[in-house]
């Protein structure tokens, strides 16, 4: 007796097949179960290739479905990709680990990322670009003004949900604080951060960018021991990039300037022309 396939057999029988796979969470089989089975006929599959090739597509929609959530959830600038990272403005040695970065080994770890340079040297720009890259490969990533992160833990402590809202960013693998050297800290802003450092301390990754070198991070910290305390947790397993050359937004500013004298010198030259003529024939 031979064993009936997907199209002979009956059409309620198809049907409750599509509604126990949703209910067992498997959109992909139920949406592509019979187009598959079609093409399995025509190329004699067997059912174990059959299933194979349906695993394959529940679990490429499933990590589709996850990456945009991931996206949606992580808060990440838009326009601070790696596609619209100029690489050439890189250190050599920040270029070449890159790549290394993007794979997220570093996260796997437990190990944090700290990104120092001047204002507009493309710290944040650059570990955005990681971000979203950590995203793709399945690394659950959120980015935070480091400012914002503290008036939110500060507003748990008041509601007392500290401890809930740290188990929250606890799901993520990765936490980017941008701009640490710009908050001035008061006491009770100092405690929640470096609760949230000591949580997070060789278990999930906190990427820093920080326009501050440690040497002044007692403006941020307030008291030197919790300085050199929380120094120490961020240094320990750490990757440092440090970013230098010219800022980013003074170059940009500096182009524009030269285009638009460009665009008004070509603007007026006819004029002057006009004039330089009318000189010649005696009218000025």
């Known amino acids: 007796m031979s064993t009936p396939t997907i199209d002979s057999a009956p059409a309620s029988a198809v049907a409750s097949l599509a509604v126990m796979m949703r209910a067992l969470k498997l959109p992909a089989f139920a949406r592509y179960a019979e187009e598959v089975a079609q093409k399995a006929e025509r190329e004699g599959w067997t059912f174990g290739q059959y299933l194979h090739h349906l695993a394959e597509l529940e679990i490429h929609e499933r990590r589709r479905r996850r990456t945009e959530r991931y ?11 790696l596609a619209t990272l100029t690489r050439s403005r890189l250190t050599p040695k920040v270029a070449k680990m890159l790549p290394t970065l993007c794979e997220g080994g570093f996260v796997e770890r437990g190990d944090n990322l700290l990104a120092f340079g001047l204002p507009g040297r493309g710290k944040t720009h650059l570990v955005c670009a990681i971000g979203y890259e950590l995203i793709q490969r399945g690394y659950r990533v959120l980015f935070t003004a480091t400012f914002a992160l503290v008036q939110r833990l500060l507003a748990a402590k008041r509601d007392l949900r500290l401890e ?27 405690e929640v951060l470096f609760t949230f450092l000591a949580e997070r301390y060789e278990r999930r990754s906190v990427i820093i960018t920080s326009n501050v070198v440690f040497s002044e991070w007692d403006r941020i910290f307030k008291d030197p021991m919790t300085t050199a305390a929380a120094i120490d947790r961020l240094v320990h397993h750490s990757v440092i990039l440090e970013m230098t050359g010219t800022s980013v937004r003074a170059d940009a500013a ?7 004298t460009t665009t008004v010198t070509a603007t007026t030259t006819p004029k002057r022309a006009k004039q330089a003529a009318n000189e010649v024939d005696g009218e000025v």
């Open 164 to 190: 809930k809202d740290l188990a929250t960013l606890d799901t993520y693998d990765a936490v980017i604080l941008d701009d640490i050297g710009y908050v001035q800290q008061s006491r009770e802003e100092m």
């Open 254 to 260: 500096e182009q524009a300037k030269k285009e638009g």
């Open 71 to 81: 996206l949606k959830d992580s808060d990440l600038l838009p326009e601070k990709t």
